[in-house]
């Protein structure tokens, strides 16, 4: 099997890898390495989570060290430009970037917008080598001529369907006029739809085009269920998963920056510690929550997709789509939070059963193509689906809904108390659920009724590091034409 002393890549560097304990390259790293190191432009298609900062930043370092002798002080120039979609992504590849370059004097900065420019203009006047950027921020200090591009060597676009999905298409093609032509140019994306095809072309030259993965199989080392319920059960759901789960980390999607901050203080009032990081939430805040939720101070870190991506934390034993997301390959990125590096993980759906979110799990297993096992062996809060279809059957309309919701819950009662530990037969999911049967998970036992579902399936399966590599695939979800794109953006 390749190992990273195969590469080709000088002493200092592979010191650092090794003493970040890896052994082997990843398939991004296996493949991208090379063609970097002799200066291809190159086109990756992976996502966050497969080893791709690596990918880049080793042959960058390297070319930048063995190309040119590096200049001293002041004398440096951005030699190596880098930008990222969000903060906290160009933080985390800064961070990379000083953990594989601490055997060299290559010096780095990050600027990226919501803190005060002056720390970020300081670095930049005494001397860089590689500079990792948003792109707002970055055309802020060219206009204010505080950042010389005329000496970029290597230019990486990363998370690049990121990029124009948050509308950065203009501003990336600002900066690029700014580069010099002669240079070497690197773009990731996790996906390849056509107009991130046509920014390739636009600006690539006869790339290396590799491709990690087959699509969606990213996620055979992560676990998938989903729980059908009313929407106003999953809080408590929630907080009885969290409570009856081996949680070491646990990373909850919802829909809304508003949604984030209601569902974190519902559940500190069920005294969980949980931190919300959104758009709306200040640099200072986002930083601190994330180092709180690294450091494990904080356990529970609710997030919306855009502030969540790219966050690079190991060991997040759960990922929880509190909100179904609409769009499918969201689930792909967001489930890949667990998962990391090789690792397994358990992600979890809550799907409001009478809503349009059973439509969007029907996108997002049409794009995983397979099916989510549904959790049946649901607490005793969680109203029947004998009842919910009794419920829906004499429904007269959406206003009688409270109403309805009141029977309901009377209705259920029996059931549960009549079942003791659990759900009888009579109110099973095989006699009810017609839409929808349970999908067993071939390698797992059956799980008796019990009264800590999930702390059966966290403990079921380990939550722990796995080999790297060879069986962790990466997604490379694909935007199919079939899967419908529904509203909302
Ligand atoms: P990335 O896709 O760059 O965000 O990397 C995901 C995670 O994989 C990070 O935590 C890296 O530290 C880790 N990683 C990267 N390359 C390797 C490797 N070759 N072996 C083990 N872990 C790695």
């Given at each position: 099997m390749l190992k990273f002393s195969d590469l080709g890549l000088a002493a200092p560097i592979l010191d650092a890898v090794t003493s970040e304990g890896y052994v082997h390259p990843t398939p991004i790293q296996a493949q991208a390495i090379g063609p970097v190191l002799s200066g291809k432009d190159v086109l990756g298609c992976a996502q966050t989570g497969t080893g791709k900062t690596a990918a880049f930043a080793l042959p960058i370092l390297q070319r930048l060290m063995v190309d040119r002798p590096l200049a001293q002080g002041a004398q440096r120039h951005v030699r190596a430009l880098i930008l990222s979609p969000t903060r906290e992504l160009a933080s985390q590849i800064a961070q990379s970037i000083r953990t594989y370059g601490k055997n060299t004097s290559v010096r780095y900065a990050v600027v990226f917008g919501g803190v005060g420019q002056g720390a970020q203009v300081t670095a930049l006047r005494s001397g860089v080598d590689v500079l990792v950027a948003t792109p707002g921020r970055l055309l802020d200090l060219m206009n204010q001529r505080l950042v010389d591009l005329r000496h970029v060597e290597v230019f990486v676009l990363d998370e690049a369907d990121r990029m124009l999905d948050m509308g950065f298409v203009h501003d990336i093609r600002r900066v690029i006029t700014q580069l010099p032509t002669n240079r070497q140019n690197l773009m990731f994306s996790a996906t390849m739809p056509a107009d991130i095809r046509k920014l390739a072309q636009s600006f690539l030259k006869t790339p290396a085009y590799i491709e990690?993965?087959?699509?969606?199989?990213?996620?055979?080392l992560i676990e998938q269920f989903v729980y059908h319920v009313h929407r106003d059960e999953k809080v408590q759901l929630l907080v009885h998963l969290f409570n009856n789960s081996a949680v070491s980390r646990m990373l909850i999607f919802t829909r809304t920056k508003h949604g984030a901050d209601r569902l974190t203080r519902r559940l500190t009032a069920a005294k969980i510690d949980a931190a919300a990081i959104h758009g709306n939430k200040t640099q200072g805040q986002r930083q601190r929550a994330m180092q709180q939720f690294k450091q494990g101070r904080t356990p529970v870190l609710v997030a919306t997709d855009i502030a969540a991506r790219?966050?690079?934390?190991?060991?997040?034993?759960h990922v929880i789509n509190y909100d179904i997301p609409n769009e499918a390959e969201t689930y792909v990125h967001r489930i890949g939070r667990t998962g990391r590096a090789g690792a397994s993980g358990c992600a979890i759906s809550l799907c409001d059963r009478s809503g349009e979110e059973k439509d969007y799990l029907r996108d997002i297993e049409s794009l995983i193509k397979k099916r989510i096992t549904v959790k049946t062996d649901q607490p005793q809060f969680v109203r029947s689906l004998e009842t919910e279809s009794a419920h829906h059957e004499d429904r007269p309309g959406r206003g009688d809904s409270r109403r309805n919701d009141r029977r309901s819950q009377q209705q259920a009662a029996p059931a549960h108390v009549a079942s003791g530990r659990g759900r009888n037969a009579r109110t099973g999911p095989a006699a009810h659920e017609p839409a929808r049967r349970p999908v067993h998970h071939?390698?797992?036992?059956?799980?008796?009724?019990?009264?800590h579902p999930v702390a059966a399936v966290a403990t079921g399966h380990s939550i722990g590091r796995g080999p790297?590599?060879?069986?962790r695939t990466a997604a490379q979800p694909r935007r199919q034409q079939a899967v419908s794109r529904r509203s909302g953006r």
């Open positions: 990690v993965t087959p699509a969606a199989s990213t996620v055979d790219g966050i690079d934390i190991d060991d997040i034993s071939p390698a797992k036992p059956a799980v008796p009724p019990a009264r790297f590599g060879q069986n």
